[in-house]
């Protein structure tokens, strides 16, 4: 990668690869590091369940340890795309090339910390802005290390034909507090600090029942309007809530 | 041009390609292997599905050096001279196609669907055919077919 002049990883390649059959993008060169071992796989140690960046995401829905220790985040990657997107799409090229995709929420709502192989950075400070992370030239993300929640679920309103979310809300309860990761409905993925406000009082959907969600900053395409964006948001937070366990 | 080597439906092959050639020109054009079919070409319909290493991906969302030492598996491989593999059998008796250009797909996808669950319920069924897009049938027949397959193939 370093002596490459303009070079990508490629990981699943369902991001990557559709980019350069419509010539949106022209890399010099790709890497493909599906062959080392050390990028792949599951581990619990302590609090702490880490995830290997080239992990695909039917391995994530299927972990027995993932199931065990946050089945939130088990069935969030068993919701993302379709059997065989999740038999190749991993979890470092959904963190490293989209803030509006399903695991970004998880990410931020768990408080989770990004791996590389220069760095450790914290999730509050990866996701930066529109298809923008804290990544440098030719860094590559590593693993994912997330701290194991009090409870957690993830609620999303699918796109029909994509599966990515018009509004995906992740919240996650643990000892230091209630956070709420809003996804796919902004340019990045954010966090709702009114809600986790009134979670922290009081943890029950009824809590975050009468509370406006700001419209400003909120996508408006042909899949949803940013209004409507926002009443999902509302629906979307309730419903994880109430799933949390 | 780099080479790739692997493994489709049993037989070793290898080829110098152009590095960028996707897992489905590879099967189509090389192998000339046409069973698997390309739909959309942009990762949503899934007549191109084929078995890597026993699990169903989208051939054309993969390049062939990808697969390196792989083992493939492709429509052309599951019947036994002029026995139909019974998943394959399932559709013909029970109507799973009509142009059959998302059948192999389909079948490829069921047979990593029930590699994990041999028994799968109509509703995993349906679940599971989020990724593979059919214009004729509806679906309903596909689902029947996909259940009776299984159940054969548990004997
Ligand atoms: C039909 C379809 C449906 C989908 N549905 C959903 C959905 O419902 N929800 C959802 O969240 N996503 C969805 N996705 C996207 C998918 O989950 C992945 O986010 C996407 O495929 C990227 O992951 P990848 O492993 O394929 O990465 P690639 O396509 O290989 O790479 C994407 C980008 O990330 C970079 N990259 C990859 N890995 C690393 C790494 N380890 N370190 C640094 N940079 C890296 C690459 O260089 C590239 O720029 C869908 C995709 C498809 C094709
Ligand atoms: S041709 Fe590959 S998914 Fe449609
Ligand atoms: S049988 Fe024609 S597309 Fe499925």
Same mark, same amino acid.
């Given at each position: 990668?370093?002596?490459? $002049?303009?070079?990508r990883f490629?990981a699943g390649g369902h991001a990557l690869? +559709?980019s ?5 993008d ?8 599906? &062959?080392? @071992? ?14 290997? $960046?080239?992990? +695909? ?19 969030? $990657? ?11 799409a991993t979890l470092g090229g959904s963190v490293a090339g989209n803030p509006t995709a399903?695991y970004p ?17 914290? &999730? ?7 298809s923008k992370t804290?990544l ?5 993300v ?97 419903? @994880? ?5 | ?21 996707? /897992?489905? *020109? ?12 390309? !739909? ?39 019947? *036994? #001279? ?13 109507? !799973? ?31 599971? /055919?989020? #990724?593979? /897009? ?22």
């Amino acid at each position: 990668m370093a002596t490459a $002049a303009d070079g990508r990883f490629l990981a699943g390649g369902h991001a990557l690869l +559709p980019s350069l059959k419509q010539r949106l993008d022209h890399p010099s060169d790709l890497i493909d590091p599906g &062959a080392i @071992a050390e990028l792949r796989g599951v581990t619990k140690a302590g609090g702490i369940l880490t995830i290997g $960046a080239m992990t +695909p995401h039917a391995d994530v829905a299927n972990s027995a340890v993932v199931r065990a220790s946050i089945p939130a985040l088990a069935d969030l $990657a068993a919701g993302i795309g379709d059997p065989q997107v999740r038999n190749r799409a991993t979890l470092g090229g959904s963190v490293a090339g989209n803030p509006t995709a399903d695991y970004p929420a998880a990410l931020l709502g768990l408080g989770a910390t990004i791996h590389t192989d220069r760095r450790q950075i914290r &999730a509050d400070d990866f996701f930066v802005g529109t298809s923008k992370t804290a990544l440098g030239r030719g860094e590559i993300v590593t693993a994912v290390a997330f701290p194991v929640p009090e409870k957690a679920a993830y609620a999303k309103f699918s796109g029909l034909a994509s599966r990515y979310a018009i509004a995906g809300v992740f919240v996650g309860k643990s000892s230091k507090g209630v956070r709420v990761a809003v996804t796919g409905a902004g340019a990045c993925v954010f966090r709702d600090l009114d809600m986790e406000n009134a979670l922290a009082a009081d943890f029950a959907p009824r809590a975050i029942d009468g509370l406006r969600i700001p419209v400003s900053g909120l996508r408006s395409d042909r899949h949803a309007s940013a209004e409507y964006r926002a009443h999902l948001i509302g629906v979307m937070a309730r419903r @994880a809530v109430a799933a949390c366990r | 041009m780099p080479s790739v080597s692997m493994i489709v439906n049993g037989k070793p092959v290898s080829a110098a390609i152009e590095a960028r050639t996707l /897992l489905v *020109q590879f099967l189509r054009e090389t192998l000339r292997l046409t069973g698997t079919h390309v !739909g959309c070409d942009t990762s949503q319909c899934g007549a191109c599905v084929v078995n890597v290493d026993g699990r169903s991906v989208k051939s054309c969302t993969m390049l062939a050096v990808q697969a390196e030492g792989a083992q493939i598996a492709t429509i052309e491989g599951l019947a *036994q #001279g002029d026995r139909l593999h019974p998943m394959q059998e399932a559709f013909r008796e029970h109507h !799973g196609l009509q142009c059959g250009f998302c059948t192999s797909g389909m079948v490829m996808g069921a047979l990593d669907l029930v590699r994990g669950s041999p028994d799968p319920s109509e509703h995993q069924i349906r679940e599971w /055919l989020e #990724g593979n /897009l059919c214009r004729c049938t509806g679906y309903h027949n596909i689902v029947k077919s996909i259940a009776a397959g299984a159940k054969a193939m548990r004997g």
